[in-house]
């Protein structure tokens, strides 16, 4: 990410990260520019709160905190599309934000069980589709593709074309599967 980051120098590019099980907490309270940032370790379990989560989210779009100059965020969901609060008022508040419209929205999910028709919702665009991990190794390589492949995307200047992009005007590359086959103990 930090070389993405490097080779836009017009484009700054900070971190966040809310995690959401029995509630929701900014796992990383403030705004971190990328080349500051460090990821603190975090441990899954309990109920997904994604509609709580996705409301703290909304939150942040609103202008402010957000610039109303600048390049649209990326929002990536990591979950198994399975939540136990109420999803669609958390979609609703970033659709209702400039910068909810306009963010450029990824969503992972984890399991051979987790529900994409949640995480379609949330990305709300035709032409992108849910990832899908089953292991960990295809986990980081979709949080390596997101984080790399779709910041390039949102930070270099804006294309003409745009049948085969998102709702903010950018190409999202598909990532490559994942070809190695895991371990039985890593199948989640």
Known sequence: MRNVAHSNPHA???MRA???SSGATWHVTQPIPVEQFQW?????????DMGRALLMVAEELKIPPMDPRGLPP??????????????SKGISAIMEQPWGKKAVRIAIGIGHDADHNVLRR???HPEIQPLQANNAEQLVHYI???STAVLQSSS???VTDTSTHNGS??????PAPTNTMPIDSDVW
């Open 156 to 158: 270099s200047p804006a």
């Open 144 to 146: 390596k593709w997101a």
């Open 18 to 20: 809310l995690k959401f």
């Open 169 to 174: 005007g950018l190409h999202i590359p598909v």
């Open 74 to 87: 990326v929002l990536v969901l990591i979950s198994d599309g399975h939540p136990t609060d109420d999803v």
């Open 40 to 48: 603190p370790d975090l441990e899954a379990g309990g109920v997904t």
């Open 122 to 124: 949330f990305i709300n």
């Open 12 to 14: 700054r590019v900070l």
